[in-house]
């Protein structure tokens, strides 16, 4: 069965890429406390089988195909991309005893402890190449292109909600760690040629950024100015209904009316009348997704804030009076205020950036210019006492079903919320904006990008300006090329009798004198000129003024204002006999060639998507008040029926005939998968670095560099291995769905070519 792409599919799709950001949660069981745990696994090599589940598109066939289209038209080309890694989630739950808290209000009262532990384990190692060869008579290029990602992101979090008998929350604590480090790499190695190989420019371009990120240690201890209801009102909640929990100093829930003379339904939102003429027509409109009527007063009272529901075209035909009453239509909502958001935080931020081989000389810049290399790392620790501001929600669904949970079925109920405590999903939020802000004075990773790019960019485009003022004069300096360096000079408190000059120079960051100038003033007390100067050279620029007295013979004051100066690209002969050998090449034919070729043999594929509609639950237990998991349930057309793509064994719902390779955890097998990665934190512990099988893309770009010479990323003693002449035939390893998708989305564009020409 075939059918058109649907927003379930496209869920579903992301659910899949995405997986390794869920939320999650760990604590090592102890036997004297009763834990509810919950959790997923998703081992990243199973993606390739996942995307042809979810959308029957072969994708080694859609690749291989790709392939022979290139290769039809004359190009080339060699696709390898391998992935390796794991993404864990275990959510635990559990009371921990009780204890005496400080309220307020000066009283002391006995709370209980409930815990909700989280833990996010994410690893993954990816290895990528594309190996391609073209050309005819007039141009051509051999390149291998190949990249490397790696990274690590781990979070743990510990989450105490103080509770009283009654069920009223008086506060809570959190402590939190993350841990985050990726590095990706990138090559591009060979030619580009032209004039039959006469002409050839080598190519042998590398780039490597490593970011690390951790908040080694962060914890705050929130307190309410009242005891909140907020549990309690859950535990009231029934199927249908929703809640609404609104948190801090400011008046987030409060409702804002206007009140008008007439409005109606328009099927999405009311329409009412602001104005009439003096005709009596209307002259405009304005719109509000909710109003009441009162005939007492022969009003409409309307609002934006409660979004837009297709049941608020009910409020006047059934009198509703939320406006009177001071309630809501949208269900229970709850107004808390925080007393106290006291934390501290210490982090710390690792930044290394290299690149080289960039052809600056080609294009006119000095050699080795536009290379870069740096790195940089630093630590930053403070605390805060700020106020604090939320909002969170829960729409619980009717209806009911038994899950199974170590052998033991438990009733749940749907709903759309956090997974975790509503407190918790805010105080982390919370938390972790204060340790990345950092203190005022902290260097940031952006900093640490910006300062180690710096060079590179302002070579590229260092037009700039700057300004300076002395005692008695001031220089402004922008800079719009090398030949136009503009500066404004401004003197005053100047003796009228007396003769002044001004005297500049302008030097480049060698300290090399690109030009000089002067001029007179006479007979006045403030001067302001404007003068121009050049130079030959890039990079900061320097100029220096100096104001004399000629009268007396003396410097009376001295000004110096610097900026960048961006050099003018001057491409090199080779570069254009490049780039017009390409433009009277048959590279355009060849590429519709390839668009042809790959559109007759991709069209006999066709995406045939198992299912057609979906829905993510998390799964509340009504009887203890909690959440208990968490489920992905799908259907089809043709189908009735609707199936657990993700989520535990339910009495509602059969396995998907179509599964994902998501392993899903709860009870005793999410308490065993927590203790298992508790300790898990580098990529050797997260990977099974066994498992990466990318020797064939190593083996590929050896091979693919054998003939090249050293400057296009060939053997350094510029020797190659004749007998090392694999074709490549048979080489693909694992290649993800990203890439695949990509290079069919490429191709099309190259089909497309011929579209527009015709």
Not at 341 to 357: A, D, K, P, Q, W
Not at 591 to 612: M, S, T, V
Request: hydrophobic residues 35%; contains cysteine.
């Amino acid at each position: 069965m075939r059918k058109s792409f649907s927003r379930l599919n496209a869920v579903l799709l992301t659910v899949l890429l995405c997986a390794s950001v869920l939320p999650q949660g760990v604590a090592a069981e102890d036997a004297t406390t009763e834990h509810f745990a919950f959790g997923m696994e998703y081992d990243w090599t199973n993606m390739d089988t996942d995307f042809e589940s979810m959308t029957g598109l072969p994708l080694d066939e859609i690749l291989a195909d790709v392939m022979q289209s290139a290769d039809d038209a004359g190009i080339e080309l060699l696709i390898l991309e391998e992935i390796t890694g794991t993404s864990s989630m275990v959510v635990d739950q559990y009371e921990d005893g009780t204890m005496m808290f400080d309220a307020t209000d000066g009283s002391s009262v006995e709370v209980t402890k409930h815990v909700t532990e989280l833990t996010v384990r994410h690893g993954s190692l990816t290895d990528m190449a594309i190996i391609t060869e073209w050309s005819d008579a007039r141009a051509g290029w051999d390149l291998t292109i190949s990249a490397g990602s790696e990274g690590v992101f781990n979070v743990d979090a510990y989450y105490v909600e103080y509770r009283d008998v009654a069920g009223l929350i008086y506060g809570h604590d959190i402590d939190m760690s993350m841990a985050s480090d990726t590095t990706i790499s990138f090559d591009l190695e060979g030619s580009l040629e032209a004039e039959d190989g006469d002409k050839v420019m080598p190519l042998d371009i590398h780039m490597e950024m490593g970011v690390a990120y951790g908040v080694t240690n962060a914890a705050s201890s929130i307190i309410y100015a009242e005891p909140s209801t907020l549990h309690q009102r859950i535990s009231d909640l029934e199927g249908g209904e929703s809640i609404e929990w609104n948190i801090g100093e400011d008046d987030s829930g409060e409702v804002y009316w206007e009140n008008y003379e007439d409005c109606e339904w328009d099927g999405h939102e009311y329409r009412c009348t602001i104005d009439y003429d003096d005709d009596g027509n209307v002259d405009w409109y304005e719109y509000r997704s909710y109003c009441e009527y009162y005939s007492s007063s022969d009003e409409f009272f309307c609002t934006w804030d409660f979004d837009h529901d297709d049941d608020w075209e009910n409020a006047v035909a059934e009198g509703w009076t939320h406006y009177n009453d001071g309630t809501s239509p949208i269900g229970h909502i709850v107004i808390d205020e925080v007393e106290s958001n006291i934390g501290t935080f210490s982090t710390s931020t690792g930044f290394n950036f290299e690149l080289t081989g960039l052809p600056a000389e080609e294009m006119g810049f000095p050699e080795g210019k536009w290379d870069v290399s740096a790195s940089d790392d630093t630590t930053d620790a403070g605390g805060f006492d700020e106020g604090y501001g939320c909002e969170m929600g829960m729409e619980l669904f009717e209806g009911t079903q038994m899950i199974t949970t170590d052998g033991e079925q438990i009733e749940v109920m749907q709903a759309h919320t956090s997974p975790v405590p509503f407190g918790m999903t805010c105080h982390i939020y919370d938390l972790f904006l204060h340790a990345f802000a950092g203190t005022e004075d902290a260097a940031t990773l952006e900093d640490m990008i910006v300062d180690s790019t710096a060079e590179i960019v302002e070579s590229m485009d260092g037009s700039g300006d700057d300004y300076e003022s002395s005692d008695m004069m001031s220089m402004e300096m922008n800079v719009g090329s090398q030949e136009e360096v503009q500066l404004e000079l401004q003197a005053w408190d100047l003796d009228y009798n007396n003769n002044y000059e001004v005297n500049m120079v302008l030097v480049d960051s060698d300290g090399i004198t690109q030009d000089t100038g002067s001029y007179v003033i006479s007979n006045t007390d403030y001067d302001d000129e404007w003068t121009e100067m050049s130079t030959s050279s890039w990079g900061e620029h320097c100029v220096t003024a100096q104001l004399k007295d000629i009268t007396n013979n003396q410097i009376v004051d001295t000004v110096e204002t610097c900026t960048e100066v961006a050099q003018d690209p001057e491409p090199s002969d080779l570069v254009i006999d490049i780039i017009e050998g390409f433009s009277d090449s048959t590279l355009e034919n060849v590429l519709e060639n390839f668009g042809e070729n790959l559109e007759y043999r991709l069209e006999d594929y066709e995406a045939d998507f198992p299912y057609d509609d979906g829905e993510m639950y998390i799964l509340w237990d009504n009887t203890n008040n909690m959440v208990v998991g968490f489920q992905m349930v799908v259907t089809s057309d043709d189908s009735n029926l609707w199936y657990t793509l993700v989520g535990p064994e339910s009495d509602s719902y059969g396995d998907a005939p179509s599964p994902v390779s998501i392993t899903y955890f709860s009870g005793q097998q999410a308490i065993a998968q927590e203790a298992d990665i508790a300790d898990d934190s580098t990529l050797e512990d997260l990977v099974d670095l066994s498992q990466h099988n990318n020797e064939i893309i190593e083996e590929a770009i050896e091979e693919s560099l054998q003939d090249n010479s050293p400057e296009a990323g060939g053997p350094a003693d510029g020797s190659g291995d004749e007998t090392a002449a694999d074709d490549g035939s048979g080489l693909l390893p694992f290649v993800s769905p990203v890439l695949t998708m990509t290079m069919i989305a490429v191709a099309g564009i190259v089909a497309s070519l011929r579209s527009r020409k015709e």
